[in-house]
């Protein structure tokens, strides 16, 4: 006859029941749901539905449809077994039988009769019926344990079609998360349609899928497209031959910027470097705005060519919180200023630089252009 003991700690006392307690694990389209019927103490039912909960609670809503499905009844169901609520009657009066023939074995009259008692108010008629024939409703209520199968015998066990798809998913995730850092898995909010800016007076518009910016009167942007660029340098060059941004424009399209313009108003032509304002998208790794400024202020630390010291302050544009850096560099001829404009949005930084000649009849007007072209960017707002 199988013991009647706690399956967590081995105790044997009136307060063993049958218990159904389990969790859930879920993995995108997998769930897998685990657990079942325990021989507990009140104690340990107690422990591991606090247990089982947890794990469900953590792990067990991240599979479509039945993680869903499946954690709120696992929950609700540890919370009913942990206040012996909802526990089978019949099955539970056996055991106390039993517990009760087997503590009275053991020399334990007092527990032997509080089990028996148990046993009578859950269903007097099985438990004398279980007393009585002890045997065959042990063996029911609670089997000898099977024996253990060899690890080799287990591995070499055919598998199901389910099991290699389960290991199969498995394998990719974790594939995924080595190669990518766990941001291929990262929940990302879907974005909203982007509001395009107002266009300025005499300005433009430039939109795409991932943001919308106004260009004020003056400036024209530049194609970052291999198959338009050398047309839009073409019809640059045609309006305006004195200012030379080939070389400019084709590294920013080397380097993936988003937008490229430049200043071409009246005074263009007597600066020594012409106004230029790029955009970059980087879909970064770090998760915040702060981290993703520290990352920049290190690089510009390290770089020779900006000027120390670096002006770094907090700002705040119609998109959202943003970090402003202002520093300059030694170029041919002059000292070159440097805005360049950090703004977080939906686990992707956007970086403005804008750089124009340090001089102060020339400065205050660039830095009402740098405000005009930072405060117009609208990016896709993530759903909060």
Known sequence: MGAVACARCGKLDATVRLATVTFVVSAILLSFRRGGRQILCRRCRRLRAAEYSAVSLVAGWWGIPW??????ISVIGNVRTALDSGLDRRANAALLALASTQLRAAGRSLE???AHNAALALDADIANATIAAPEPIAAAVAPS???PIPLRQRLRRPRTLREWLTWGIVGVFVVGVGFTGGRMYWARAFPRAISAPTAPIGGTVVSTRDFAIALPGGWESIAMDPAQIDASLAA?????????????ARAQLKNKAALAAVYVGPEAAQFRYVPLVTLMLDDTDLTDLTRYADRVAR?????AVVKKPIDRRKIQLPGGPAENFHYTIDG???TVDVMRIVLYDNERAYGYQLRFE???TQASAMQKYVAAIASSLRTPQSVR
């Open 67 to 72: 993680g869903l499905i499946w954690t709120p």
């Open 112 to 114: 032997a009769d509080e």
């Open 145 to 147: 344990p099977a024996p």
């Open 236 to 248: 640059f060059r045609a309006k305006q031959p004195s200012l030379t941004i080939d070389e400019w």
């Open 299 to 303: 690089a510009l630390a390290s770089d």
């Open 332 to 334: 041919q001829g002059g």
């Open 358 to 360: 340090s001089l102060a």
